[in-house]
């Protein structure tokens, strides 16, 4: 294996995270582990410098943290501290004076409904938890077991006291009729603002970019056969001081649709390839997505950090005339910005990629 210092791009290992629901078979396959059944394992956190929140149910001090795939296997929040120009690159000033990505990528699989929950904003999460992130997260699926649904936003708003007491009583029924079904299939992008009460339904397989955090607060105690103590539930506060996150307005299915889902805009196209940004700039504070689809080959601009998912082809990854092999889900890559330029070459057959960026850098204190 070449020294680190050539590699053009940084091969990301799976990075399995405890979550109380279950899911996982359809994500290990995709990432080249195939067989292997459902389990309390159905994320993989990407080029992740964020902790999870597991409390007993912790798989060490360390959980959610990406390492380095080299020799010295080192923690990737160190090495961004330590090679700072080289990951983010002459674009991203802000981010290295700062030392963060401020955003958190994972691929997840469900194989059951998720909790309903909803996560804090910044000035809850400051005032509250002594965090200076909240938790606004964007949803890209990638595919379904069948016929899938999310449940976003309250169809028939609660009263605040109402849906305390189903919290509080445990009235999961109840819960259910305050929402309706909204059916997603491949290609969807729902961008889910902080406060606004959802659960992903069973059979998805998606992307979720997110704030940098692990904040949520659970309505529902038992998922899966766990049950979660109610400090795991409610962030280690209170239920009537997690009752000021939810958005209790009542949004249609057509509002919905309007509202949160993302319209994919087209930034280049030739008879090769198109590239589509999927996430509006009213969001590009919190994350930003590209999709490259097509049939020969392709390039883009570097300078920047970015993560390439390969969801579908092969090809050659070429930078500074130095290449490396790439096909989809077996190998997620992490672009430094040091780098000024990829080119996607010899590909086999047609291909999609993903390039997920960092956000733009916002002086407001959402970031850490």
Not at 115 to 134: E, K, T, V, W
Not at 328 to 351: H, M, R, V
Request: proline content about 7%; overall charge negative; aromatic content about 10%.
């Amino acid at each position: 294996m070449p020294s680190f210092e050539l590699l053009p791009a940084l091969p990301l290992d799976l990075n399995p995270v405890w979550r109380s629901y279950r899911g996982g078979s359809v994500l290990r396959a995709f990432r080249g582990q195939p067989g292997t059944g459902d389990d309390h394992f159905p994320e993989d956190w990407l080029a992740s410098t964020v902790l999870a929140r597991n409390g007993e149910h912790s798989q060490g001090v360390m959980e959610g943290l990406s390492r380095i795939s080299d020799a010295n296997s080192n923690l990737l929040i160190e090495s961004l501290k330590q090679r700072p120009g080289f990951w983010f690159g002459p674009g991203q000033r802000a981010h290295q004076d700062s030392l963060t990505l401020g955003v958190l990528w994972k691929l997840l699989d469900s194989a059951v409904r998720l909790q309903f929950q909803a996560h804090p904003d910044a000035r809850f999460a400051r005032r509250h938890l002594n965090s200076p992130a909240g938790k606004t997260e964007c949803w890209y699926i990638l595919g379904t077991r069948g016929e899938a649904y999310v449940y976003l936003g309250f169809q028939h708003s609660p009263s605040r006291e109402a849906w305390a007491r189903m919290i509080r009583e445990q009235r999961v029924e109840e819960m259910l009729a305050c929402f309706e079904k909204i059916r997603v299939q491949p290609g969807d992008c729902y961008v889910v603002p902080a406060g606004t009460p959802h659960a992903i339904g069973a059979g998805i397989f998606m992307m979720e970019l997110m704030e940098p955090t692990d904040w949520v607060v659970r309505c529902e105690t038992t998922n899966a056969g766990v049950t979660l103590p109610p400090e795991a539930c409610f962030m280690g506060l209170d239920l009537e001081t997690c009752m000021e996150v939810f958005d209790y307005r009542a949004y249609s299915v057509a509002k919905v649709r309007r509202t949160f889902q993302q319209s994919p805009r087209e930034l280049v196209c030739t008879n090769d390839y198109c590239e589509e940004e999927l996430i509006g700039p009213t969001y590009h504070e919190y994350f930003r997505l590209h999709r490259l689809r097509g049939h020969g080959d392709a390039s883009w601009p570097g300078g920047e950090l970015m993560l390439l998912i390969v969801i579908t082809g092969e090809a050659n990854l070429l930078c500074g005339g130095q290449g490396q092999p790439v096909r989809a889900g077996q190998t997620l890559l992490l672009l430094p910005g040091a780098a000024q330029s990829w080119n996607w070459t010899q590909p086999s057959g047609d291909w999609e990629i993903l390039l997920a960026k960092l956000p733009v850098f916002q002086s407001s204190s959402h970031h850490s």
